[in-house]
């Protein structure tokens, strides 16, 4: 089966940097994915991450470590618009599919 | 925008009723992969569908079924409505000609409430 952590909820300020980390266990991984989600809005995608390292996509970069499940994706001088649901996502062969399995979302409030 | 589409963007039902939500994917997509997303929650994968065929399916059951056709566009039908069922459903379009670089893009979603 498969099996993604990420927190729940986390809170940040306008300007500073903030970063989401997943934790995943899939047995047929093939990619690593990153969306944004606004309350009521379908997921965005933001970013992909198939080999470990990382990957840097203007304020947004996103992290791999394959042996270790491990990933995060960092936002740089957040904006008040970052307010949003991030989700983890991995891309699994298992049910012959090339669908997504997603954690359930960190919730990222941005302050003032 | 990522040119995906679905419809309707809302809908009530009652128990028991049937359901008909619909998707066209981006063009140049000819994948359609269908998710629940419940309130709070991440999004759920239903099925898959590639060239009409369904290719591939989550853990749902069988009153969940869809149909692909010619021009990609998909619609997911479910019988035999429980409340449970009451969710965001969203459809993702992609191409696997993109290799292991294919990545799905959402439509706006249809929010079913079963009454």
């Known amino acids: 089966g498969q099996n993604i952590d990420q927190p729940t909820e986390m809170t940040a300020t306008e300007g500073a940097i903030v970063q989401i980390n997943c934790t995943y266990q899939t047995s047929g991984f093939n990619g690593l994915f990153w969306y944004q989600q606004h309350a009521g809005e379908a997921p965005t995608f933001l970013s992909y991450n198939v080999l470990d390292g990382l990957e840097e996509k203007g304020r947004f970069s996103s992290f791999l470590s394959r042996s270790k499940g491990y990933s995060y994706l960092l936002l740089k001088e957040l904006q008040m618009k970052d307010s949003a649901s991030y989700l983890c996502a991995v891309r699994d062969l298992q049910t012959g599919a090339n669908n997504l399995f997603f954690g359930t979302g960190t919730r990222l409030t941005v302050i003032p | 925008e990522t040119g995906v589409t679905q419809s309707p963007t809302h809908l009530i039902k009652t128990r028991g009723q049937q359901v008909t939500l619909r998707c066209s994917s981006q063009s140049g997509h000819n994948t359609v992969s269908w998710y629940q997303q419940a309130l709070g929650q991440g999004p759920q994968f239903i099925f898959q569908?590639?060239?009409?065929?369904?290719?591939g399916r989550g853990n749902f059951p069988p009153r969940f079924s869809g149909l692909q056709f010619p021009n990609y566009s998909s619609e997911l039908n479910v019988n035999a409505l429980e409340l449970d069922d009451s969710a965001l459903y969203l459809c993702?379009?992609?191409?696997?000609?993109?290799?292991?670089?294919?990545?799905?893009?959402f439509g706006p979603g249809t929010r079913l409430l079963v009454l």
């Open positions: 993702a379009s992609s191409s696997p000609g993109q290799g292991v670089r294919e990545t799905q893009y």
């Open positions: 569908y590639y060239r009409e065929e369904e290719n």
